[in-house]
């Protein structure tokens, strides 16, 4: 039996023996067991089989510098080599800590001025809860604990980030969300606006919704508003204009700190350093993580104000410890690999790749709206959307949610692409280093996926 044929059988059984595939839907994976890669090359996998596919979602929206970055595995040698481990407790630490922390202030706004790590986005919202209990503790404002979210909002899947995020089906059986949160009206206007309702209007209602939500719950009693600057597992959202900035002066007037998760948003991802840059407000807090270190090793950063750092810093004193932290955090494998990663992101302006392929990338795509099946294509930087119908003249979706969706998935795969299904529709977010050339073949890809999906819709009509 061939290494491919036993490793696949090998994990087909576990498959079947323990089902435990994260965000699965059962109509995207019809084949037995799953699709095994063996190596990468700049944006493109090849499967144990040899087979190439376009990677268009950059794994978990995190891969930046492509799938074989050499200078990524050489700075992860050297330390290895060097100092494989160390910790950051009781006043430790290592060069590589401190000077990704460092680096990570130089690129952030000016009112952003300390770091701390994690290994995770999810372990980093935890902590971020965890971080603003303490400091409204300290402030004297122990009532001051619940948090507003979004709905359909991601902020990660452990039971605090969990509860954060949106999803109905990540909190169903799981007796989520443990922690008190109230989840508001997703920002996006085609999804949750009113028939006839203007962009303007449609701000304005979800500015008010926040702040009745505020009075009716007491301003004492609301600790922080977290959101994706662009909302990305929901299908690429974008807010209408004046939201954030409307947030962010809510949040201001009722002593509200403000979290942006820029865990898929940052670095370069809609062509700004952040997704709170682009979107022009400023957070108390950023959450990052996935294209920090393009995902060669684990890591995530939480980035906050000197103010917070303060409260923090004083009430440690006081009490006399900082009670948290993780074996890894700041690991020096990982803030080695992170420094690399952020120097090429930088000395290729990928960044500026980002914005410029992203414009023909998502002028290419809405030529799809002339395509039969598509209702809706939007994006921004290099992150987007394709949405599809069974009537253009319609917002409702397919009778059987997902069926037309996992026909893509396969079909895709089929024609060597490799995209995230949400539901129906098709989603983007190809590595940054992208070429224009690249996309334009991934907009090839998609279309005759969608031809093919429509030979199914209606054949599946007929029958």
């Given at each position: 039996?061939?290494?491919?044929?036993?490793?696949?059988?090998?994990?087909?059984?576990?498959?079947?023996?323990?089902?435990?595939?994260?965000?699965?839907?059962?109509?995207?994976?019809?084949?037995k067991?799953?699709?095994?890669?063996?190596?990468?090359?700049?944006?493109?996998?090849?499967?144990?089989?040899?087979?190439?596919?376009?990677?268009?979602?950059?794994?978990?929206?995190?891969?930046?510098?492509?799938?074989?970055?050499?200078?990524?595995?050489?700075?992860?040698?050297?330390?290895?080599?060097?100092?494989?481990?160390?910790?950051?407790?009781?006043?430790?630490?290592?060069?590589?800590?401190?000077?990704?922390?460092?680096?990570?202030?130089?690129?952030?706004?000016?009112?952003?001025?300390?770091?701390?790590?994690?290994?995770s986005?999810?372990?980093?919202?935890?902590?971020?809860?965890?971080?603003?209990?303490?400091?409204?503790?300290?402030?004297?404002?122990?009532?001051?604990?619940?948090?507003?979210?979004?709905?359909?909002?991601?902020?990660?899947?452990?039971?605090?980030?969990?509860?954060?995020?949106?999803?109905?089906?990540?909190?169903?059986?799981?007796?989520?969300?443990?922690?008190?949160?109230?989840?508001?009206?997703?920002?996006?206007?085609?999804?949750?606006?009113?028939?006839?309702?203007?962009?303007?209007?449609?701000?304005?209602?979800?500015?008010?919704?926040?702040e009745?939500?505020?009075?009716?719950?007491?301003?004492?009693?609301?600790?922080?508003?977290i959101?994706e600057?662009?909302?990305?597992?929901?299908?690429?959202?974008?807010?209408?204009?004046?939201?954030w900035?409307?947030?962010?002066?809510?949040?201001?007037?009722?002593?509200?700190f403000?979290?942006?998760d820029?865990?898929?948003?940052?670095?370069?991802?809609?062509?700004?350093?952040?997704?709170?840059?682009?979107?022009?407000?400023?957070?108390?807090?950023?959450?990052?993580?996935?294209?920090?270190?393009?995902?060669?090793?684990?890591?995530?950063?939480?980035?906050?104000?000197?103010?917070?750092?303060?409260?923090?810093?004083?009430?440690?004193?006081?009490?006399?410890?900082?009670?948290?932290?993780?074996?890894?955090?700041?690991?020096?494998?990982?803030?080695?690999?992170?420094?690399?990663?952020?120097?090429?992101?930088?000395?290729?302006?990928?960044?500026?790749?980002?914005?410029?392929?992203?414009?023909?990338?998502?002028?290419?795509?809405?030529?799809l709206?002339?395509?039969?099946?598509?209702?809706?294509?939007?994006?921004?930087?290099?992150?987007?959307?394709?949405?599809?119908?069974?009537?253009?003249?319609?917002?409702?979706?397919?009778?059987?949610?997902?069926?037309?969706?996992?026909?893509?998935?396969?079909?895709?795969?089929?024609?060597?692409?490799?995209?995230?299904?949400?539901?129906?529709?098709?989603?983007?977010?190809?590595?940054?280093?992208?070429?224009?050339?690249?996309?334009?073949?991934?907009?090839?890809?998609?279309?005759?996926?969608?031809?093919?999906?429509?030979?199914?819709?209606?054949?599946?009509?007929?029958?």
């Open positions: 039996m061939s290494t491919s044929n036993r490793l696949s059988n090998s994990l087909a059984a576990m498959d079947i023996a323990t089902g435990l595939h994260p965000f699965t839907n059962a109509r995207l994976h019809e084949q067991g799953p699709l095994i890669m063996d190596r990468g090359e700049g944006i493109y996998v090849y499967d144990v089989s040899g087979k190439q596919y376009i990677e268009s979602f950059a794994g978990l929206w995190s891969v930046a510098v492509g799938f074989n970055e050499p200078r990524l595995v050489e700075a992860a040698t050297r330390q290895m080599q060097k100092l494989p481990f160390y910790h950051t407790f009781n006043h430790m630490s290592h060069e590589p800590n401190i000077r990704l922390a460092e680096k990570l202030i130089e690129l952030s706004p000016e009112h952003i001025t300390r770091v701390s790590f994690t290994n986005g999810s372990e980093a919202n935890d902590t971020v809860v965890k971080m603003v209990w303490y400091v409204n503790n300290a402030r004297g404002r122990p009532e001051k604990k619940k948090f507003l979210a979004r709905a359909k909002g991601y902020h990660g899947i452990t039971m605090v980030s969990g509860s954060l995020t949106g999803l109905p089906n990540n909190h169903r059986d799981f007796d989520m969300p443990i922690i008190p949160v109230i989840h508001l009206t997703t920002p996006h206007l085609r999804t949750s606006g009113f028939e006839g309702e203007t962009e303007g209007e449609f701000s304005a209602r979800l500015l008010k919704e926040i009745d939500t505020i009075l009716r719950e007491g301003p004492e009693t609301i600790a922080a508003f959101g600057p662009l909302m990305a597992a929901a299908g690429v959202l974008s807010p209408p204009a004046g939201y900035q409307g947030v962010e002066a809510l949040c201001r007037k009722y002593d509200i403000l979290v942006a820029e865990v898929v948003n940052g670095f370069g991802r809609l062509g700004t350093m952040f997704g709170s840059t682009y979107y022009a407000f400023k957070p108390d807090i950023m959450v990052t993580s996935k294209q920090l270190t393009s995902s060669y090793m684990p890591l995530a950063a939480i980035l906050f104000t000197e103010e917070i750092y303060n409260t923090i810093a004083d009430n440690t004193a006081k009490i006399g410890t900082w009670g948290h932290g993780y074996t890894t955090t700041g690991h020096p494998v990982a803030t080695a690999v992170a420094l690399e990663n952020l120097k090429i992101i930088e000395e290729r302006d990928l960044i500026g790749n980002s914005a410029r392929v992203g414009k023909v990338f998502m002028e290419s795509l809405q030529l709206l002339d395509h039969p099946l598509v209702g809706d294509v939007r994006g921004v930087g290099l992150m987007a959307a394709v949405e599809m119908v069974p009537d253009k003249s319609s917002r409702k979706g397919f009778q059987q949610f997902g069926k037309a969706g996992g026909k893509a998935f396969a079909s895709a795969l089929a024609n060597n692409l490799i995209v995230r299904v949400v539901g129906d529709q098709l989603i983007f977010c190809p590595p940054l280093i992208i070429t224009e050339e690249q996309a334009l073949e991934v907009v090839t890809r998609t279309k005759k996926t969608l031809d093919e999906v429509a030979d199914f819709v209606v054949a599946e009509a007929i029958s």
